[in-house]
């Protein structure tokens, strides 16, 4: 299959025997499953380690390595899956706005994607962490759509696009995005940025997330593990220490690291360490 290297060792991983056109049904099971079988994570970043976004880079980091990733490897390897596919897809940029009000300015730092299909367009992101899109939503303005987990819509306030999630008690800015594409240069700085930058979230913070084909998530920020179903905590477990964290990484996300970066990662986060 010419176009993405080791596409069907994707395919493998994600446990995708289905039909390849490139049709709705096709993007709809291509992104449940991605969603579902390859786990948001910044292991990395935390680690130090370069991060490449080049397609042998990717596939060798989410599928070979199982490392999991953020938006720029997510969505990186999911856009030119689709691409070889023959699905008509291109990059586009937003902000993360998950936590951060209207009034703070977050820097553009996400990729998601935008799909046409029959005069249609689709918004697919597989790495926005615990709030991945794990179902395409049209891009149409102030329309509720339900999805495998939580219900989405987009809204419009001037030349910007917000992209909601419905919590029950509130619609919550996931991201904003203006329509700009986001095209591999512009995808290597931002990804410099988010991996480098002391300021940068993915430097201070541990972060994995997990959809499940029940509709339910799991979620890990810090020492906090977290199983919800929607808004409700349905099972927690606080990190104590660093076999605590191998075991709940590999269990729940089925994310493989070494014994000693675990060790590594938990000093760093855990305590408050400077370095690794």
């Not at 994707?10 to 579902?36: C, I, M, V, W």
């Amino acid at each position: 299959m010419p176009g993405l290297i080791n596409v069907e060792k994707y395919l493998k991983r994600l446990e995708y025997s289905g039909d390849l056109t490139p049709n709705l049904e096709t993007l709809q099971a291509l992104q449940f499953a991605h969603t579902t079988h390859l786990a948001f994570s910044n292991l990395d970043v935390l680690l130090d380690q370069t991060i490449l976004l080049d397609d042998e880079s990717l596939v060798e980091k989410l599928i070979d390595r199982r490392r999991g990733g953020y938006c720029f490897e997510q969505n990186g390897l999911l856009l030119e899956v689709l691409l070889t596919l023959g699905f008509l897809a291109r990059p586009h940029a937003g902000r993360v706005r998950m936590g951060t009000p209207r009034d703070v300015l977050p820097p553009r730092t996400h990729l998601f994607i935008q799909v046409d299909l029959d005069g249609v367009t689709w918004i697919v992101d597989g790495g926005v962490g615990g709030m991945s899109l794990t179902a395409p939503i049209r891009f149409e303005l102030d329309t509720e759509q339900a999805t495998p987990h939580e219900t989405r819509r987009i809204v419009r306030h001037g030349n910007i696009y917000y992209h909601q999630a419905d919590l029950g008690e509130e619609w919550m800015d996931v991201y904003e995005f203006t329509g700009e594409q986001m095209p591999l240069i512009d995808r290597e700085l931002a990804n410099w940025w988010t991996s480098t930058h002391p300021r940068s979230k993915f430097k201070q913070s541990l972060m994995a997330a997990l959809a499940l084909p029940n509709g339910e998530r799991v979620g890990l920020l810090n020492d906090k593990f977290t199983h919800r179903r929607g808004p409700e905590i349905i099972r927690s477990q606080d990190i104590s220490n660093p076999a605590d964290l191998w075991a709940i990484l590999d269990r729940e996300f089925q994310l493989h690291l070494e014994p000693s970066e675990a060790d590594l990662i938990f000093d760093r986060v855990m305590t408050g360490a400077r370095s690794i």
